[in-house]
T-cell receptor, first 116, second 113 residues
Framework: NAGVMQNPRHLVRRRGQEARLRCSPM?????VYWYRQLPEEGLKFMVY????????ESGMPKERFSAEFPKEGPSILRIQQVVRGDSAAYFC??????????????FGEGSWLTVV | KNQVEQSPQSLIILEGKNCTLQ??????????LRWYKQDTGRGPVSLTI?????NTKSNGRYTATLDADTKQSSLHITASQLSDSASYIC????????????FGAGTTVTVRA
């Protein structure tokens, strides 16, 4: 019963380095979402992808952040030149179809990024 | 601005007791409301999903209610267990942009023996 798989679970980066977070959706799911949870705050939408397409990236900072969901392989959230403010938990979620009408969305266990 | 406010911020209850968590939202146009349970260091796990026409939904010892007119929801935990200790998050989505979930900050529940 493989759920949404994220790795690494914990990542430490020095300021200026790059962070790559990977997400493998549940089997049969073609819709992937990334959310960020800052300390003591609720999750915030970042980006919504389908295979090879970015559907909505309005929640993602325009600089240093990028996301992809290639035809083969996991979805990648990439943060270049990390700063301390990027320290957060990054959650990936997936669904088999769009979320219209309340379809269930399944979350991964998260990737905790610490920038030192 | 779409907002989801939860109360209380945290609460402590004794094992076996009941508790009720509140969620008020200003999200519009409303699509659906979800309650999630998030254990420390883990991802959120879905408890209930309710659309506009649903007033109540249960999942075991968890019962959620929704009043779409007043834009309020509650999550009732019956006969709490130690494993219920977690953060409970209210999540509301906007019609036609359901993936842009609006998350509350959560209520941290601690169940003590």
């Amino acid at each position: 019963n493989a759920g949404v798989m994220q790795n690494p679970r914990h990542l430490v980066r020095r300021r200026g380095q790059e962070a790559r977070l990977r997400c493998s959706p549940m089997k049969g799911h073609s819709h992937v979402y990334w959310y960020r949870q800052l300390p003591e705050e609720g999750l915030k939408f970042m980006v919504y992808l389908q295979k090879e397409n970015i559907i909505d990236e309005s929640g993602m900072p325009k600089e240093r952040f990028s996301a992809e969901f290639p035809k083969e392989g996991p979805s990648i959230l990439r943060i270049q030149q990390v700063v301390r403010g990027d320290s957060a938990a990054y959650f990936c979620a997936s669904s088999p179809d769009s979320l219209y009408s309340g379809n269930t969305i399944y979350f991964g266990e998260g990737s905790w990024l610490t920038v030192v | 601005k779409n907002q989801v406010e939860q109360s209380p911020q945290s609460l402590i209850i004794l094992e076996g007791k009941n508790c009720t968590l509140q969620c008020n939202y200003t999200v519009s146009p409303f699509s659906n409301l979800r309650w999630y349970k998030q254990d420390t260091g883990r991802g959120p796990v879905s408890l209930t999903i309710m659309t506009f026409s649903e007033n109540t939904k249960s999942n075991g010892r968890y019962t959620a209610t929704l009043d779409a007119d007043t834009k309020q929801s509650s999550l009732h935990i019956t006969a709490s267990q130690l494993s219920d200790s977690a953060s409970y998050i209210c999540v509301v989505s906007v019609l036609s942009n359901d993936y842009k979930l609006s998350f509350g900050a959560g209520t941290t529940v601690t169940v003590r023996a």
